[in-house]
């Protein structure tokens, strides 16, 4: 059994803040993951327009709206993959917008390893006959021969598992930006690209 969906981090729901209302809605909603002892990430596909609009208010805070473009650091998160209690998730320095590197699975397919970049460490994937196999993490660029195989799947199944979950990413994509429409937000245009492309 294999689960693949994308997370978001949003400093509103750290451990820090657990006492808020804002918290205990996110975990009605079932839509956070601890990561560790302080920190929780959202899963796309749970979160509600509050915990968008507070994620979206945390970005902006404190940044003039002329300087949203230079500014603003993209929605941090990324894709998370949890098969057989082995798990693949974004690392530091990673953002959402990284899902292109994802999608690159789905076009090229590569039967040499090439690197997923999800962060620091990233990981490598290729695919073998009708298997797509991810690589351990690395921090650097290692020899073919050296990378070691941490998850397999069935080609068909992990891309099918891939694209759903690029599907809730649109979704979230949309919700945010409808939210900064409708919201009383300014420099529209530029805030929303620079969350999410």
Known sequence: ?????????????????NHTELYKKACEARAL????????????SKITNELISATINSHINGIEPKDYYDQITP????????????????QCCSELNDYI?????????????????????????????????????????PESKDIKVKMSFIQSEFINELEKALLEL????????????????????????????
């Open 1 to 17: 059994m294999k689960k693949i969906e994308f997370i978001l981090y949003s400093e509103p729901i750290q451990e820090e803040w």
């Open 33 to 44: 993951i601890k990561i560790d002892k302080f920190n929780n990430e959202l899963i796309l």
């Open 75 to 90: 929605f941090d998160g990324g894709l998370r993959i949890l098969k057989d209690k082995l798990i693949i998730e974004h």
């Open 101 to 141: 590197n994802w999608e690159r699975i789905i076009s090229e397919k590569s039967k040499k390893w090439e690197e997923i970049w999800i962060g620091h460490p990233s990981i490598f994937y290729r695919i073998v006959k009708d298997e797509i196999q991810l690589s351990e993490y690395y921090d650097n660029s």
């Open 170 to 197: 649109k979704k979230f994509k949309q919700k945010v930006y409808k939210i900064i429409e409708d919201g009383n937000y300014e420099n529209k245009e530029v805030l929303k690209k620079a969350l999410i492309e």
